[in-house]
């Protein structure tokens, strides 16, 4: 079994990702990155591979509408349109309940696909400029990534998500 992880965005901007970054420069300026985008993320535990998730992709236009998104498969780099001269960090937040993906899981496999497991989480991606320093924006990602007041953080919700901070996310290759 291989996991393959894909992640989904708007071909057009992110009117999500657009307000975030308009609310974190107000309320968090201080911490508030460059840089936001967003992306739906779909990790698929299957036994074929890239070439299922393609065909899986291929068949469900609800999770991939090639007519307003593009999708990339995480490696080492950047995302497509990161500027080089930023440092991003990754922020993964998924559901505590997982009842998206159970009954996703559930669809794609009456279609006929062998699908051992699957998630579904929100990537953002922050982009702080290289003089931050790698240290300092991971911090601020880490003050961004979870609603701890009305004023601070705005990514996720501790009650009913879970958020992880990452300074290493892979890059991506376009489909």
């Known amino acids: 079994m291989a996991v393959v992880r894909a992640a989904i965005r708007l071909k057009s901007s ?3 990702a657009g307000t975030a970054l308009r609310a974190l420069s107000r309320a968090m300026p201080d911490s508030c990155p460059e840089a936001l985008s967003r992306y739906d993320l779909w990790e ?3 036994p074929g591979g890239r070439e299922e998730v393609l065909a ?3 068949r469900f236009p609800d999770i ?3 007519n307003k998104q593009e999708c990339f498969f995480p490696e080492e780099g950047l995302l497509p349109g990161e500027s080089p001269s930023l440092t991003w960090v990754s922020v993964e937040v998924s559901e505590r309940s997982g009842s998206t993906g159970s009954t996703w899981s559930q669809v794609i496999g009456r279609a006929g696909f062998e699908l051992r497991g699957l998630r579904l989480l929100t990537l953002w991606r922050l982009g702080y ?4 320093g790698s240290a300092r924006a991971l911090e601020a ?3 961004t990534a979870v609603s701890v007041s009305r004023n601070r953080g705005l990514l996720s919700n501790p009650v009913s998500q879970s ?4 300074a290493a996310l892979s890059g991506a290759r376009s489909l």
């Open 141 to 143: 990602a880490g003050e």
């Open 14 to 16: 992110d009117p999500v």
């Open 129 to 132: 400029p290289s003089a931050v």
């Open 44 to 46: 698929f535990d299957l």
């Open 64 to 66: 991939l509408n090639p």
């Open 163 to 166: 958020a992880e901070v990452s």
């Open 56 to 58: 899986i992709l291929a």
